[in-house]
């Protein structure tokens, strides 16, 4: 841990070690930690599986709707961290235990630190994945706007940290593995933030069938207009905006900000980006899995 870590939150300091990762106090505490270890996985339960900035919000609209079979009351009354709850979050209980299934639950875990119930369950995942180099450059803006995370100083220092994981939720590369070893291959389905953005429509297709829910192609077009860039960030429910200030200062960086691939390369040098091609390729060696970023 970085001695910055050692700045505080109100009274609090910033960050928490949990099983090697460093994990916000605002939202984490051991209590919370245990809940989700002790978490009493249901069968039909369906798993939001994201490393921070991939995807996570965007799935918290799009599979409320197709459970939801195209109905917009729940993404337009109800905030996205109530309507598809964090599971490692500290008011996880309040929105989780009474829910009539199925239920949608976000998680940032790796796959190692999953509950021990969802092994034996048959619970399926969702796993989103995002080319690092955005993921990278949309978690240093949301170090700048989130007064709950490590304050970035500039764009070199984050990138360094980044890369060896010392950032909330730890290590993406270690993330992105563990996922993609999982033994459970039958529930999980692999999609991209990038595919998302290809063709969403042709992705919500995809999601419903994985979620077993038959929709029109019209409730299929209706979903992916809703949850283009441009209308969620119209929808104060899922934009964050509800967030007070002192959280989330929206004036220094938008939540849902830019939505778009390849905005790395308005960040990374020339140095940067060879640094982090070296990194990647040695980190990825033996991952046989082909992502849409390997030759963008
Ligand atoms: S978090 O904090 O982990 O919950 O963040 P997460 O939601 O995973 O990631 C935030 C980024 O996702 C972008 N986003 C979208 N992009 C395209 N279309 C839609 N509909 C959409 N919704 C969210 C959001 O803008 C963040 O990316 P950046 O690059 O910062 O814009």
Known sequence: MSENN?????????????EGLLLPTI??????????????????D??????????????????????????????LT????????????????????????????????PYRLMPPAFFKSKAKV??????????????????????????????????????????????????VKGWLNAKEKDRIIYITYEEMLMDLKGAIKKLSNFVGKELSEDIIADIAEHCTFKNMKTNKMSNYSLVPEDIMAHNKSEFLRKGVAGDWKNYFTVAQSEHFDSFYQEQMKDVMHHFIWDHS
């Open 6 to 18: 050692s700045e505080s939150y109100g009274n609090q300091e910033l960050y928490l070690k949990y």
């Open 27 to 44: 939202v984490h505490t051991p209590e919370t930690l245990r809940y989700a270890q002790e978490f009493k996985v249901r069968d039909d």
């Open 46 to 75: 369906i798993f939001i599986s994201t490393y921070p900035k991939s995807g996570t919000t965007w799935m918290q609209e799009i599979i409320p709707l197709i459970l939801n079979e195209g109905d917009k009351t729940p993404v």
């Open 78 to 109: 109800v905030p996205n961290w109530d309507r598809a709850p964090w599971l490692e979050e500290n008011r996880a209980h309040l929105f989780l235990d009474e829910r009539p299934s199925p239920r949608a639950i976000v998680t940032h875990l």
């Open 126 to 175: 969702i796993n989103v994945a995002r080319n690092p180099r955005d993921v990278i450059v949309s978690s240093y803006h949301f170090h700048v706007m989130a007064s709950f995370l490590e304050d970035p100083e500039s764009f070199n220092e984050f990138f360094s940290k980044w890369l060896c994981g010392e950032v909330f939720f730890g290590s993406w590369f270690e993330h």
